[in-house]
């Protein structure tokens, strides 16, 4: 049996305010690198969404990484929420997921909000367990769809191949942690702090730059909220 497939989201995330976010929380794309740009970011940053494009080079790492880190019998805490990435071309969604999983106590002003009642219905669920739940609920998949629709380019139709992907960066308990549907389970990048969280995420960017020199279809944006 096939798996599902959505239409692509394009790089700008403003769809998640379709899903219940209260307006102070923000996405906001990363212009540079360099520390004069990073810092016009705003501050507290919850999460980092990385674009990047899958290549021969990303999928062979991917496989290395894999087989190294069930090698050393990987563990994750379980205060980290992961999805695992059954539907085609759901990364964005699976990215937002992640990236508000921790603050969705606080970041949803109405009880019914799709994603909060998401968050909440599968809490207790194993990775995979939400990723078939994903693939039923039915309004986060139309508020996905019509986003994706409007979007600022024509969308691709379903069967097209895009080589694109979302992925996204948290700090749990003082842990970087990259939260990949398409890969087995979330992958520790190190300590960080609150205040370093930013400049954090950004060097494992750089990791994902350096691995393809010639590739510049690379996104990062930044999830932020007011600090009152």
Request: charge should be negative.
């Amino acid at each position: 049996m096939d798996s599902p497939r959505w239409l692509p989201l394009e790089s700008n995330p403003e769809f998640v305010s379709c899903l219940g976010m209260k307006p102070s929380w923000q996405f906001g794309d990363v212009y540079g690198l360099d520390p004069e740009l990073l810092s016009m970011v705003p501050r507290p940053v919850c999460a980092v969404l990385l674009l990047f494009p899958v290549t021969e080079k990303y999928e062979a790492y991917k496989q290395e990484e894999e087989e190294r880190l069930k090698g050393q019998g990987h563990k994750v805490s379980p205060d980290v929420y992961f999805i695992k990435q059954t539907i085609g071309n759901a990364c964005g969604t699976i990215g937002l997921i992640h990236a508000v999983s921790l603050q969705f106590n606080i970041s949803f002003p109405e009880p019914d909000s799709p994603l909060k009642k998401f968050l909440e219905q599968t809490a207790k669920m194993t990775p995979e367990e939400r990723a078939t739940f994903l693939e039923k609920d039915e309004s986060i998949r139309v508020t996905h769809e019509s986003s994706a629709q409007e979007g600022q380019t024509e969308a691709p139709s379903l069967d097209e191949k895009v080589n694109l992907h979302f992925i996204a960066f948290v700090n749990v308990g003082g842990q970087l942690f990259e939260l990949d549907g398409r890969k087995p389970f979330p992958v520790v990048h190190g300590k960080t702090t609150e205040d370093t969280f930013l400049e954090d995420a950004v060097e494992v960017c750089k990791i994902f730059m350096a691995r393809d020199p010639q590739e510049v279809r690379f996104t990062i944006i930044a999830l932020s909220k007011d600090s009152f």
